[in-house]
Structure formats: structure tokens, C-alpha cells
């Protein structure tokens, strides 16, 4: 059952003039497997298009087939939905305390501690007054986003700073993320010089970036930079900054501040946002995503054209790449950092360190292998799907309280001369545990000899390197853990196993 994105159909032909006529685009998606598309292109051009001949009526069929067995199996055939078992779900169902729970819980998990010097956990017994500042300080439906679906309650930043301080004073700063002028900054910084810890929560929103809406910089919107640089400046007391936004952002300069202790990633947390920000910030949560991509500075975007979707990087042009597996140029926070209130530290207990494979004859003469960075196809492998090994990381807490931890598993894929363009790493498991302070626990990820150590060729064909292959376990800003292991060719008249692991 094979369901296009909206208006794909159409933009063959309208947008990049792909096909001559509607009746061909239609056509071509048919053919080639798609059973609905989210838009009417179908419902307008297919009858047309069979009359033409430029598809057959028997592939049309097989659409249809394929969507009523989606319909029967979701029961659009088994009578008034009332009845049924899930006819009368509403939103009592939705918003039950589990569920609201749920949300709280995925919101804590994905907050990223970028920088932390000390400051937080900030204490409930300590802090007597609190200035929660910004555009983004009071946020309601920001928190979701769109493509969401009615949220149950909002719990807001500063509703849910003001569970743990009585004292609170809220001022935007701002009229919205656009910032357009400094009006309200004056009573901003007032706040902050008259309360002991300042909460900054800064960003962007739908009207900077969403579907149809890309971002034209890298750096927060309007005043926002004043406003955070003015507070901080004006502040007695400690000062951390929340950056709510999808994506990142250039603080490089509230880096640079030694008055900001402590900065925050929350991306857009949902309906219970503001809660889960104050429980990490007043240390009832610890903290313990990662950040899902990398941070560029702002240069990155005024030296690249953003028309440019190449992602390998290229000297010539001194074209840096894109994502962490290609990327060479300088960032703010790599992807995958994030820090935690308490420490860890990691070791392998168990890993390969020799990975033999057979591969079929045809490709032994089609392509010549030895332990120098040659690659085999990856399909000359029999059972290549189903061979898998286990590396066992053992996790201890090291500091002061309970925490998790999330594994990363990075692969660094030996050079070779069989395939062109290779990353510099590639994540290819990752794990959350959680480890009592002072505790180890073990963290065992299994991983696919031929999904997770092969590479694409220019041809789209996914080949095994033959060579030393690296894991890394964890990022360069945490106490990382290296294993090299060794992938080759097991002769066909040794006798040795098809895959042999040791």
C-alpha cells in the first residue's frame, strides 16, 4: 500500500515538467507501484489515461485491490463505526492521565543540554525569585507545531516555572519571535536585574519556519540577540537560556557570554513543554537527549547556497558538506551532543574483532576483492539480511545522581577504492539506559553485517568493504570508545562458515 506525499503526481508534470501530459504522469506513478496519491490527480486523469492506452486497466485494478485491503482491515466494511469497538472514542480517550503522562515523558526525553557551567540544576530552596523572559516564555500552540493533533491542556515555560518559585515576573521582551524593534527589551532587563536567577526563552515559530517556509539565516530573529545579550548583562544572578525552535541556531555569541551558565535545546516539546523545561531546569528530570543534527554557524549559510543539496563536500569548490556524515567545516554543537547532571563513562565487553564472509563466485570474478579497501556487492552474500553480531557496552554513572544515557554507535567505514564518496562516520545504533549513580549496566546493540557496514555505491548498489572498520561509541564531545575490527574474504575452499564472527 503505497501512498504518495500531496500532489506528488501533479508535480511531474506541472512543477518540473517531468511527463508531457497529466495522463502520463498518472500513467508513470501507476506503473510504478503507487496505490493512492494525496491529492486529484488520480481521480481526474486515470480514466483518461486507460482510454489512451497509456496504462492498463489491470494496473488500475491492482491499486484498487491494494486499498480496499486497507479499508477492510481498518473496518470501513463492518457497519456503523457507533457500534463497533473504537466508534465512540473521544477525547476523554485521547487525554487520559497516561496519555498526558506519555507526553510529559517524550517532551524531558528530548530536551538537550547543550552547555552547562554549573548552574543547573538551579534550587528550589535557594532561588526566591524568578524573571522568565521572551517570545517564546509563554508559548501555547508553538509547543506544537503544526501537523499536530488538539492538545489536552497547554502547560506553558512559564506556568511551569512558576510550580517551583513563587516569585515570578514575566515579560516578553518582545511582541512575538519576529522581535521587529526593542520596544519592550527596557522592562525585560528591569526583570532580570531585580530577581535572582533568570530563565531566557528565545527562538522561532511557524511564521520563521514551516512547510513552504525556509529559513533565510541561521541566527534568531530580529532583536532577539539584543534582548538575550541586555538581559544577560543586566542579570544579579544565574542565567539560563531555553532555545525553543525546530532547528538550529548561530548563539554563538551567548556562548561567549560568561553570564549565560546554562543553554538548553527544547525543540518544539509539545502540549506539556513548560513542564518538562522546569523539571530539567530545577534538576527533578535529568536531562539526557541529543541533539538530532548539526550546528552550523551562520557563515556556513552565507558561503553555501542553500540551492546546493550536494552532500558529499568538495575542496575544489571548498563546498563543506552537509549532515555529520559529510560535513568538514567548524560548528557550534556536533550532532549527537548532549550533556547530562551527572556523568558516565563507557567500555566494549564484547565485539568482534574478525568478520569473515563468503560471497558467490560470480562475484568473485566480476569484482576482484583483497584486504586493501576493495568492496563486493553486498546481494553476492547469501542470507546478507539476516547476519547479525552484538557488541556489549557496558555504561557507568560516575557522578551524583541517577540519570540515562543514550549509546551512540558511530561506523567508520575503511577507505576504498570500490566506492567513491564514503562518509566520515555513520550512526548505525543507538540505545537509552538508564544507570543508578555509582551503577554499570550493560547495553547490547545487534547490528547487520550487511545493512549497517555497507555502503551505496554511484550505482545505488550497497557493497561490503573489505579492511579495518572503526566503531566509535559515543560523540567527540563525551568520553568516546574506540573498536577496530577486521571484514574479509573467507576462501571458498578453507571450509570456514559462510559468516564467521570472533
Known amino acids: 500500500y503505497i501512498v504518495s506525499d500531496c500532489d506528488s503526481i501533479e508535480v511531474y508534470y506541472n512543477a518540473i515538467h517531468y511527463t508531457a501530459t497529466p495522463e502520463d504522469a498518472v500513467a508513470l506513478a501507476l506503473k510504478a507501484g503507487l496505490n493512492m496519491n494525496c491529492g486529484d490527480y488520480l481521480g481526474k486523469y486515470t480514466v483518461n489515461a486507460v482510454n489512451l492506452k497509456k496504462v492498463e ?4 485494478d491492482q491499486a484498487l485491490i491494494y486499498n480496499y485491503i486497507v479499508l477492510m482491515r481498518l473496518g470501513f466494511f463492518d457497519g456503523n463505526p457507533k457500534q463497533l469497538l473504537f466508534g465512540n472514542l473521544g477525547p476523554s480517550d485521547v487525554c487520559t492521565d497516561d496519555h498526558q503522562k506519555l507526553a510529559l515523558d517524550a517532551a524531558k526525553q528530548g530536551i538537550v543540554l547543550l552547555d552547562n557551567d554549573g548552574v543547573l540544576p538551579l534550587s528550589r530552596t535557594i532561588i526566591k525569585s524568578l ?20 492538545p489536552c491542556q497547554y502547560t506553558t515555560p512559564l506556568q511551569g516555572l512558576q510550580k517551583y518559585v513563587s516569585m515570578v515576573t514575566h515579560e516578553a521582551g518582545c511582541r512575538d519571535v519576529k522581535c521587529n524593534n526593542d520596544t519592550f527589551i527596557d522592562l525585560a532587563v528591569q526583570a532580570a536585574a531585580n530577581a535572582d536567577a533568570v530563565v531566557l526563552v528565545v527562538g522561532l515559530d511557524q511564521s520563521i519556519e514551516a512547510e513552504g517556509l525556509d529559513r533565510v539565516n541561521l541566527t534568531l530573529p530580529g532583536y532577539q540577540e539584543k534582548l538575550v545579550t541586555d538581559v544577560a548583562n543586566a542579570a544579579n544572578g544565574k542565567v539560563v537560556l531555553v532555545v525553543m525552535a525546530a532547528g538550529p541556531i548561530d548563539i554563538t555569541f551567548a556562548r561567549n557570554m560568561r553570564k549565560i551558565g546554562a543553554i538548553l535545546w527544547v525543540g518544539y516539546p509539545g502540549q506539556a513543554g513548560g513542564d518538562a523545561i522546569a523539571q530539567v ?10 541533539s538530532p543534527f548539526t550546528w552550523y554557524p551562520q557563515e556556513y549559510a552565507d558561503k553555501v547556497p542553500m540551492t546546493d543539496m550536494n ?24 550532532f549527537g551532543h548532549g550533556l547530562s547532571y551527572t556523568s558516565f563513562s563507557k567500555f566494549i565487553i564484547s565485539a568482534p574483532s574478525t568478520i569473515l564472509i563468503n560471497s558467490t563466485p560470480n562475484n568473485i570474478l566480476l569484482e576482484p576483492y583483497s584486504n586493501n579497501g576493495e568492496a563486493i556487492d553486498a546481494s553476492s552474500v547469501a542470507n546478507c539480511d539476516d547476519l547479525q553480531f552484538n557488541l556489549m557496552i557496558g555504561v557507568k554513572n560516575n557522578g ?14 575503511p577507505s576504498t577504492k570500490g566506492v567513491t564518496g564514503a562518509p566520515n562516520m555513520q550512526l548505525i545504533g543507538f540505545e537509552r539506559v538508564g544507570v543508578k549513580k555509582g551503577k554499570t549496566k550493560n547495553v547490547t546493540v545487534s547490528l547487520n553485517v550487511c545493512k549497517d557496514l555497507s555502503l551505496v555505491d554511484v550505482e545505488g548498489k550497497r557493497k561490503l568493504v573489505i579492511g579495518q572498520h572503526t566503531i566509535f561509541v559515543g560523540t567527540t564531545s563525551e568520553h568516546q570508545v574506540r573498536h577496530h575490527f577486521v571484514v574479509r574474504q573467507a576462501g571458498d575452499e578453507s ?7 570472533t
Open 57 to 60: 486497466e489491470s494496473v488500475v
Open 131 to 150: 524573571a522568565v523572559i521572551g517570545p517564546n516564555a509563554n508559548a501555547t500552540k508553538v509547543m506544537i507545531s503544526n501537523y499536530a493533533g488538539v
Open 281 to 290: 531546569i530545577f534538576g527533578d528530570h535529568n536531562p539526557a537527549g541529543r
Open 311 to 334: 552532500m558529499r563536500a568538495n575542496a575544489t569548490t571548498n563546498f563543506p558538506g552537509r549532515t555529520y556524515r559529510f560535513y568538514t567545516g567548524k560548528t557550534l554543537y556536533e
Open 400 to 413: 551524583p545522581m541517577d540519570g540515562a544515557h543514550v549509546v551512540l554507535l558511530f561506523w567508520k567505514p
Open 495 to 501: 571450509g570456514e562458515p559462510l559468516v564467521s564472527i
